[in-house]
């Protein structure tokens, strides 16, 4: 299902480009409930947002997953007369396990077994415009985690697939996006803490590296010293510049400079 965020006082009339914000949760957890970053971009009045639910891997095992996040972009298409979008401005965003889904949104576009059939409108395209992931999962047939979680399977990962990495190699191989790099890639952002544990720092730097080694626009936002999970005022702004730029077509510079965290408030006396 999808959460629809229109703006009470949009800044044109002409049709809004869309952001999508896909939730984390590990593919075992986490709700489209609150919107994320997509009901954020609405109130602006300069974006619609979607936020998108899909199944959880207790209920359905890879690929279920991306099948229902192109059914919701295909969903935005269709639908986006009645609402005044413009089906060709869908800019995606998630973090971690939806990071790994926007991640797989902006590069299997014409992977057909990876459409589903999901939904009365698998004609459409998934086509998005530009992917945003905070650290998303990039390479699955690699160990997630570090230090000695490394050496056992990543909860998350075995229940998605629906068994071990030995076992599901192939499986892993088609839910990784280092899988489907290719040279018409859409912009892509990547922000990811240096030292997170959930998610290797690698994943980000692969991704990055095989996007701009195929000669796509890519930008590396390494966050200095953060974990799995942070918040940034500096990266707002980043974050706000690229949408600007991929979905708004206002020229931007946008740093690649590492981000430090914020410096935590003083205690109180």
């Excluded at 002409?14 to 957890?29: E, N, T």
């Excluded at 413009?86 to 299997?108: E, N, Q, W």
């Excluded at 979680?149 to 892993?172: I, M, W």
């Amino acid at each position: 299902m999808v959460d629809l965020y229109l703006p009470k006082n949009r800044t044109t009339d002409k049709p809004l480009p869309v952001v999508v914000s896909i939730h984390g949760g590990g593919w075992s957890g986490g709700s489209r409930a609150g919107g994320g970053m997509a009901a954020g971009y609405a109130v602006s009045g300069n974006y619609a947002g979607v936020s998108v639910g899909h199944r959880l891997s207790a209920e359905v095992k890879w690929p279920a997953q991306i099948h229902d996040c192109k059914a919701a972009i295909r969903w935005i298409r269709e639908h986006a007369k009645n609402y005044n979008l413009d089906p060709d401005r869908i800019g995606v965003t998630g973090t971690s396990a939806g990071g790994h889904l926007v991640s797989l949104l902006g590069l299997t576009e014409s992977v057909k077994d990876l459409d589903g059939s999901i939904g009365e409108l698998t004609s459409l395209r998934s086509k998005v415009t530009c992917v945003a992931n905070y650290c998303g999962p990039t390479d699955m047939a690699a160990p997630l985690m570090q230090g000695d979680a490394a050496l056992k399977d990543a909860p998350a990962v075995a229940g998605l697939l629906g068994g071990s990495l030995p076992d599901k190699a192939a499986e892993a191989k088609a839910a990784s996006s280092l899988t489907y790099v290719h040279a018409s890639a859409p912009p892509f952002l990547t922000a990811h803490g240096t030292k997170d544990m959930r998610v290797n720092f690698t994943n980000a730097t692969k991704l990055h590296e095989a996007l701009t080694k195929a000669g796509n626009f890519s930008i590396l936002l390494a966050m200095t010293d953060a974990g799995h999970g942070f918040g940034s005022p500096e990266l707002n702004k980043r974050v706000q510049q690229f949408f600007d730029m991929h979905l708004h077509g206002i020229k931007s510079e946008i740093s690649s400079e590492p981000i430090p965290l914020p410096a935590p408030a003083p205690a109180k006396k």
